[in-house]
C-alpha cells in the first residue's frame, strides 16, 4: 500500500477510542492521520479576512406553508433583532423586490420559446419594459403615481383607452373624459418631452 495522509478535524468521531486504537496499525500500513488544530484559520484563507469572530443569527418562524427558518452568519457585533432587521431584511430593497416587480409587473418570467435566443430576447424587452416604468415613475413625481408599483403603472398609463391622431407635425392624444389620471399623464408627457441638460 501506497503511503497516504489525510487531514481531520477534531471531531469526536475521529477523535474517538476506537480511532486512536487503530492510528498505530494504520500507520504501519503507510496511512497517516493529521488532526488540525481546533481552531486553524490559516487552513481557510478567507477567515483572515473577518476582523471578528463570525456568529450565526437564525429567525424560526413557522408560516402556515411551514417553517420558514432564515440563517444570517455574520462579524456584525451589534445586536441580533437590528442586525436581522437592519441589515439582512434590508437587503431584498435593493435586489429582491426589483426582481420580483419584474417578474410579476410585467411578467418577465414568460420564457416559452424553445430556443433560448428568443426566451433570452424576451427578458431582454421584459428589461428594457421595466427601466421604461422605472422613467415614468421618475417623472410622475408630485403625483399620485411617484410611488406606484410597477403593475400600476402600467394598467394607469400604458394599457388605457385613447384616441390616437396623427398630423403633419403632431401626434394627439384624446383621453376620456373621466379617466382618473389624466392630469399625472400630462405632467409625465411634459416632463419627458423635455430634454435632459448634458
Known sequence: MRNSLHTLDNGSIHTSKTVQAKISTW???GLYLFFSPPYYSEMNPIELEWQHPRRLIMKA???????????VLTNLTAD??????????????????PIK????????ERLSCSRFD??????LLAQAAYLLMITLRQAAQGTALATAQV???RSALVKVAARVRVSCRRVFVELAAFCP???SMQL????????LPL
Open 27 to 29: 500507520q504501519a500500513q
Open 118 to 123: 428568443a426566451n433570452q430576447f424576451r427578458l
Open 151 to 153: 403593475s400600476q403603472l
Open 101 to 108: 416587480k419584474l417578474k410579476l409587473g410585467l411578467q418577465a
Open 188 to 195: 409625465i408627457a411634459q416632463r419627458l418631452s423635455t430634454p
Open 181 to 183: 389620471f389624466s392630469a
Open 61 to 71: 418562524e413557522w408560516l402556515p406553508k411551514g417553517a420558514n427558518p432564515r440563517f
Open 80 to 97: 441580533a433583532q437590528q442586525v436581522y432587521d437592519s441589515v439582512y431584511v434590508q437587503r431584498g430593497a435593493d435586489s429582491e423586490h
